[in-house]
């Protein structure tokens, strides 16, 4: 395509090049906690990079590194001007440049995870950045959010519903959240978890995993 | 050629480079409280405008002459001109991380000698101008063009920021950018008296409290903005 091969500014198609898993959802719900936990699960058998788009300063990459769970350089900080949805779908040029920056230092990679900032309903990933993606809600929104549906409930490849643990103290019925979700979402997967208790996920991380597997069966020949 | 409508893209704030999380110091300035209003910000634009706005737009138009016969050597000094031109190094990082994007961006674009050629040159990141009238030769603009769309944009990503920063009527702010039109024409005007091969005579303004406001930018827990 372009005269120089080996520089960063390569095309986004997915030849020899990791998965990238998009986690996003409104502020608070557990992204954070999720990215956490699937460095915990998938950590020991994957190679992994991580950006967060934080809102202000870096809190965000900040707890993963001080969480321990992923080498602190495998995590880059994106700022996002006030606009957290503009830098996952409008215009994605940071991150861009920050996946492929952590595949240029540490890869070949498997997974590169982007946590888009807090958000609102209708904040979904680009599919120039992410190939697949996740969004999580928690019981704590109530749990009519479902039902109003919005592109990020709808047509996310996985809906996370996460603080399951809280369900009974704000008074969340999980059946109906399960029911309108399979409504709105035609077929695709719902998960429910609470993170607080199994700090592994172990549900959402099985998920990725047949994920990764099936981009790496799509995409090896190419490596 | 197609060179209005290229002006137009590269201008708009929509581009997909990045330039949405930079406020051009505006953010800075507001916080400690240089920018409480419509009039305070009319006069930073203006300010900033007739400074580091004419230094981009001459570096722009310098960078686009440069694009219709690129060669490595020569991306390398003009991006060196530009080094030299920045005093601040929290705003050459910031121009130099916005230069990479609009590269990255624009050759998916407008895929050309002179884009390759730059990347190739300046691995890491040309600067900003330097990129934008890349850009803007690769796309089929003249220099006049490139250097309007660099100083327009000098003016715009602040002014937007201080919309968000302030909840300023919008409709307010974008009377003071009409209000800018002669300031843009004259910087631009400016930035392209000067040509030909020595470089060392693009202008050169400095604005020493932008260079404070990046350096105390960087230096803030809580920032929306990258710079
Ligand atoms: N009770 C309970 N709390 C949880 C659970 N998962 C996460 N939390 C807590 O919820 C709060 C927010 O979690 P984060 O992971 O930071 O949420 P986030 O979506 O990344 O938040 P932003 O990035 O700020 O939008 C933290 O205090 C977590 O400890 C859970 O399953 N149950
Ligand atoms: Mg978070």
Redesign the pocket.
């Known amino acids: 395509m372009s005269a120089n091969h080996d520089d960063h500014h390569q095309a986004p198609d997915g030849h020899g090049r990791a998965l990238r898993l998009g986690i996003g959802?409104p502020?608070?719900?557990?992204?954070?906690?999720?990215v956490a936990a699937l460095c915990r699960s998938l950590g020991p058998s994957m190679r992994l990079g991580v950006v967060t788009n934080d809102i202000y300063t870096t809190e965000?990459a900040d707890f993963l590194r001080r969480a321990g769970v992923i080498d602190a350089d495998r995590i880059l900080a994106v700022q996002t001007g006030c606009c957290p949805h503009t830098a996952i779908r409008d215009d994605i040029a940071a991150n861009l440049d920050a996946v492929e920056t952590l595949e240029e230092r540490f890869g070949p990679l498997d997974l590169v995870i982007v946590?888009s900032?807090?958000d609102n309903l209708t904040a979904t990933f680009s599919r120039g950045l992410a190939d697949r993606q996740i969004f999580?809600l928690d019981v704590s929104g109530g749990d009519k959010v479902p039902r109003k549906g919005g592109p990020g409930v709808t047509a996310a490849d996985l809906l996370v519903v996460?603080?399951t643990?809280?369900a009974p103290m704000v008074g969340a019925d999980l059946t109906v959240m399960s029911r309108d979700a399979a409504k709105v979402r035609d077929g695709k997967p719902v998960l429910f978890?609470?993170?607080?208790?199994d700090k592994g996920a172990h549900s959402v991380a099985e998920w990725v995993v047949g994920i990764v597997d099936a981009w790496h069966h799509q995409h090896a020949h190419t490596v | 050629m197609h060179g209005d409508m290229a002006m137009l893209l590269l201008a708009d704030s929509r581009l997909p480079a990045g330039g949405h999380a930079h406020s051009g110091g505006a953010e800075e300035a507001v916080r400690v409280g240089a920018i409480t209003g419509p009039e305070d910000l009319a006069r930073f634009l203006r300010g900033r405008l007739a400074t580091a706005g004419v230094v981009t737009a001459a570096l722009a138009a310098a960078a686009c002459e440069l694009g219709a016969d690129p060669a490595q050597e020569r991306w390398r000094r003009l991006d060196a001109e530009a080094d030299a031109r920045i005093s601040s190094p929290a705003q050459r990082d910031a121009s130099r991380t916005q230069g990479r994007l609009l590269v990255r961006t624009t050759r998916r674009i407008w895929p050309s000698e002179a884009l390759d050629s730059l990347a190739a040159a300046v691995p890491d990141g040309a600067h900003h101008p330097v990129a934008l009238g890349a850009a803007a030769a690769a796309a089929g603009c003249e220099p006049r063009q490139a250097a309007l769309a660099a100083a327009y944009t000098s003016v715009t990503a602040p002014a937007t920021a201080a919309v968000r920063l302030l909840g300023l009527d919008p409709v307010l702010v974008h009377r003071l950018l009409a209000d800018l039109a002669p300031a843009l024409n004259d910087a631009a005007h400016e930035a392209c008296v000067i040509q030909a091969d020595d470089w060392s005579s693009l202008p050169a303004h400095a604005a020493p409290a932008l260079d404070l406001l990046a350096e105390q930018h960087l230096r803030t827990e809580v920032r929306l903005f990258v710079s």
């Open positions: 959802g502020v608070g719900s557990g992204k954070t906690a999720l965000d946590e900032g807090g999580v996460n603080k643990d809280l978890t609470s993170i607080r208790e």
